[in-house]
């Protein structure tokens, strides 16, 4: 079992900046592949990034944020990160982070965190 909890959400200008964390337990961290998704009203979960297990070498990143996000683990910390630059109105969702053991598509992660808000203002 794994415990995923996110915090860094909150409410923020276009244009701004946040960063995203979640930290791990249950499992050993490094094995373990990483996600962020976001969900806003009224649409389908989506994946906006993620980083294999291990060093993390190989990353993905939706094409709606690249250039703009970037995903980091720490396996000293047992923590991923989100960093998210020049945000725009349109990135307002609750972002959710995901653990597997593998990475891929949304059906790889079997561990969930409860989400964190995150409101992007015009």
């Known amino acids: 079992q794994v415990q995923l909890v996110e915090s860094g959400g909150g409410l923020v200008q276009a244009g701004g900046s946040l960063r995203l964390s979640c930290v791990a337990s249950g499992r050993t961290f490094s094995r373990l592949g990483m996600a962020w998704f976001r969900q806003a009203p009224g649409k389908q979960r989506e994946q906006v990034a993620s980083i294999s297990a291990w060093r993390g070498g190989t990353t993905y990143y939706a094409a709606s944020v690249t250039g703009r996000f970037t995903i980091t683990r720490d396996n000293a910390q047992n923590t991923v990160s989100l960093e998210m630059n020049s945000l725009k109105p349109e990135d307002t969702a609750v972002y959710y982070c995901?653990?597997?053991?593998?990475?891929?598509?949304?059906?790889?992660?079997?561990?969930w965190g409860q989400g964190t808000q995150v409101t992007v203002s015009s």
């Open positions: 995901a653990a597997g053991s593998n990475w891929g598509p949304q059906s790889t992660y079997d561990y």
